[in-house]
């Protein structure tokens, strides 16, 4: 079949009436393995995604195995100091040459016939060389492949496998500003905490990209993270706003953000003190709170110290900046199993109370054994159970917030802003419209 | 060595917590932690990282692993609303280090979680640090590793281990 004839039209797939004020996807798209095939054609294959942070690769000779995007890449940082995204896969063979999953060091070798490499990739040596004719590497035929595009945005650092596509920060758009929000919160920077949440989900990848910025299902299906709360921590946690307050933005390119300032009920590490923390904490956050405020001013500083913000980068990335700070990109092997991993991001030189506090805080809520995204996991895996009666029952509905001027974050727009790049990208119709209501 | 408690007591202590996990007895699950107990499970890909330090997946102080226990209890905990059914396996007990009336043991442990029409499973070793008074051993300290590098496929740790 050829591409031309797979094509699904934009209309079929994603119903965007706006005069109707209602916006309806085809459950089709979270169980087909052909829209899957597309995805991965039209999307994990032509987007930035997300690789990594800087502070994982610190020193020459720091790595990473990771995969994007379903690719098995080797992030490396070399003698020169300079940043390697590799396809971790022997030239000979194919084999994924690197099996740890970090480290340092200054050559790879390859488990199968032992040819190796340097840390940027370079074809260094073989067992046996006579055999080949001696300009048998020249040309780089033999060292690791390099990914097609790499770019670091304030740490923060992308692939892309398509060597013609947009730079990173005119495909980041407006969630730019928001990432430089994270970055600006430690003076010195910022740094991914050691642990990782590696899990898997039983739903389609795009399930958890909705959930992820979602403020309507934060109350029913949170209810008993709130309940957490208010038995911590008394009185504050009656302010429970819980997802009400705030709004929602269009950041671009399909990227959106649910956000406030100052309203939530849980503490931040460095800005809201919770009284869970007792009393003690609050001198350290009140000097956090000060060190923000005069390094970036008091308007910028506010946003940065007291807002909540849970943001979606097109394709598979999130970070949500709320009772702390993570990190989280996920993948779907198939149209019904994705493999998330997440991370938690935190200022360099935190001091040991506040970084303790900020772990705490994480996984009260976060990740999964955290008091809330197991019962996430759970709503998303029905979902896809329920999308069996998809013959029958075959629309999700996301209209909410059509008619609104000023939409919340109980709303749908954020929702709505993925699914009108996803259309565009997958029915390969330019003609969608990424702005609306 | 001589201990304040033996290897037998250690086994006693932990078969019965196991049974009260699996029972769903969570609240007097957590009444067996002192006043400033915890309950620990470190990251799969870091599982000998300090907590406060590192991400962990759990870092309960006393109250937390209480709530933790009364959440799950209730039918909007989502995930395990119905329950699983759970069976915690315990071996390998061992008694180390005394200092005061504090005594390490650790153990190893398998927990079988089916709901659904799933069954996971989840290998590991426990470390303990039980304080024995007279009326029997408490946890001060509860610290799950799993032997596992990644949570797939049991994608959450929604029970207690």
């Given amino acids: 079949m050829t591409v031309q004839e797979r094509r699904p039209s934009s209309s079929q797939l994603i119903v965007d009436d706006r005069q109707a004020a209602s916006f309806r996807v085809k459950r089709d798209v979270f169980v087909d393995g052909e829209i899957l095939a597309l995805e991965r054609e039209r999307i994990f294959s032509t987007c930035w995604l997300y690789l990594g942070h800087v502070s994982e690769v610190p020193t020459s000779g720091s790595f990473v195995t990771r995969r994007v995007g379903g690719r098995p890449l080797l992030f490396t940082r070399d003698r020169h100091g300079k940043l390697n995204a590799l396809y971790n896969t022997c030239p000979h063979r194919g084999a994924m040459v690197c099996r740890e999953r970090a480290g340092n060091r200054r050559a790879f070798t390859c488990g199968y016939h032992a040819w190796t490499f340097d840390e940027s990739g370079r074809f260094v040596g073989m067992p046996g060389p006579e055999a080949l004719p001696p300009n048998a590497s020249e040309g780089g035929r033999f060292n690791l492949v390099s990914v097609e595009r790499m770019d670091e945005f304030k740490g923060f650092v992308f692939v892309c496998f398509d060597k013609n596509a947009e730079s990173l920060v005119e495909y980041l758009a407006g969630a730019a500003d928001y990432l430089a929000y994270v970055a600006d919160q430690g003076a010195d920077g910022m740094e991914i905490v050691e642990g990782s949440q590696d899990y898997s989900i039983n739903a389609n990848w795009k399930l958890l990209q909705e959930n992820s910025v979602d403020g309507y299902h934060g109350q029913p299906t949170h209810v008993t993270y709130f309940d957490y709360l208010r038995s911590r921590d008394g009185a504050q946690s009656d302010l429970r706003i819980g997802g009400s307050g705030g709004w929602v933005k269009n950041l671009g390119n399909g990227h959106a953000v649910s956000e406030s300032i100052g309203l ?50 097109f394709p598979n990335l999130v970070v949500n900046d709320i009772m702390a700070t993570t990190i989280r990109t996920f993948y779907p092997v198939r149209p019904d199993y994705m493999e998330v991993s997440a991370w938690a991001v935190a200022p360099i030189g935190e001091s040991p109370t506040s970084r303790d506090r900020r772990m705490r805080n994480f996984v009260e809520f976060l990740g999964p054994a955290g008091f809330a995204s197991p019962d996430d996991v759970e709503m998303l895996e029905l979902c896809q159970r329920g999308y069996a009666n998809r013959a029958a029952a075959p629309w999700n509905d996301i209209s909410r917030g059509m008619r609104s001027n000023a939409p919340r974050k109980t709303d749908e727009l954020q929702m709505r802003t993925f699914w009108r790049r996803w259309n565009q990208l997958v029915s390969a119709d330019p003609s969608v419209e990424l702005n609306g209501p | 060595m001589s201990t304040i408690l033996s290897r037998g007591d250690a086994e006693d202590f932990l078969t019965k917590e196991a049974a009260l996990l699996d029972a769903w007895r969570l609240e007097e699950w957590a009444e067996l932690f002192t006043a400033d107990g915890e309950y620990l499970i470190p990251a799969t890909d870091a599982p000998e990282a300090e907590p406060g330090k590192s991400l962990y997946l759990v870092y309960d102080d006393r109250h937390r692993l209480g709530e933790r226990a009364k959440r799950l209890l209730k039918k909007t905990a989502h995930a395990e609303s119905p329950h699983s059914r759970t069976r915690h396996m315990i071996s390998n007990v061992s008694i180390g280090e005394q200092v005061g009336e504090t005594v390490s043991v650790t153990c190893n442990f398998v927990v079988f979680r089916s709901r659904m029409e799933k069954t996971d499973i989840y290998p590991g070793h426990a470390e303990y640090k039980l304080v024995v008074g007279p009326n029997g051993p408490k946890i001060r300290s509860k610290k799950a590793i799993l032997d596992i590098d990644v949570l797939r496929p049991q994608g959450k740790v929604s029970i207690i281990l």
């Fill in chain 1, 264 to 313: 939530l009920p849980w503490g931040r590490p460095y800005a809201r003190w919770a009284p869970g923390w007792g009393e003690e904490a609050k001198p350290e956050i009140e000097q956090l709170n000060k060190e923000i405020m005069e390094r970036l001013g008091p308007e910028r500083g506010n946003v940065v110290a007291n807002g909540d913000r849970n943001m979606i980068i």
